[in-house]
C-alpha cells in the first residue's frame, strides 16, 4: 500500500531550483505536522523542513533562506521549493510525518547539484 510519493527531483547546477512535491494519503496527511527529509551518501537521514497544519514552518540552519516548504490540505500534497541550490544539497529527499514513522517512508526523490 503506497502512502507517500515522492517527486520532481534531477540533476541541477549550483544556484539552480528544484521543486519537491509529496503526495501523501489522507490518513497521513491528517498528521498534524509533515516534513521533509534528506539522506547524503554516507550520512544519517535529516530534518530539513517541518510545516503542521496549519503553515507554521521550521527550517533546519543549513536550508534556512533557500528552501521554502508549503502544503495544500485540500491535495494532501507538501512541496519543497528549493533556491540556490549548494552541492552539500546532494541527497536523496524524503518527505514524512514529524516525528517520522518508519512505515511511511516513501522512495524518496534524487537531488543532485554539480557544478
Known amino acids: 500500500q503506497v502512502q507517500v510519493v515522492e517527486s520532481g527531483g534531477g540533476s541541477v547546477q549550483p544556484g539552480g531550483s528544484l521543486r519537491l512535491s509529496c503526495a501523501a494519503s489522507?490518513?497521513?496527511?491528517?498528521?498534524?505536522?509533515m516534513g521533509w527529509y534528506r539522506q547524503a551518501a554516507g550520512k544519517q537521514r535529516e530534518l530539513v523542513a517541518t510545516?503542521?497544519?496549519?503553515?507554521?514552518?521550521i527550517y533546519a540552519d543549513s536550508v534556512k533562506g533557500r528552501f521554502t516548504i508549503s502544503r495544500d490540505n485540500a491535495k494532501n500534497l507538501v512541496v519543497l521549493q528549493m533556491n540556490s541550490l549548494k552541492s552539500e544539497d546532494t541527497a536523496a529527499y524524503y518527505c514524512?510525518?514529524?516525528?517520522?514513522?518508519?512505515?511511511?517512508w516513501g522512495q524518496g526523490t534524487q537531488v543532485t547539484v554539480f557544478s
Open positions: 514524512n510525518v514529524v516525528p517520522y514513522k518508519l512505515n511511511y
Open positions: 489522507r490518513t497521513i496527511f491528517s498528521i498534524n505536522t
Open positions: 510545516i503542521t497544519r496549519g503553515g507554521s514552518t
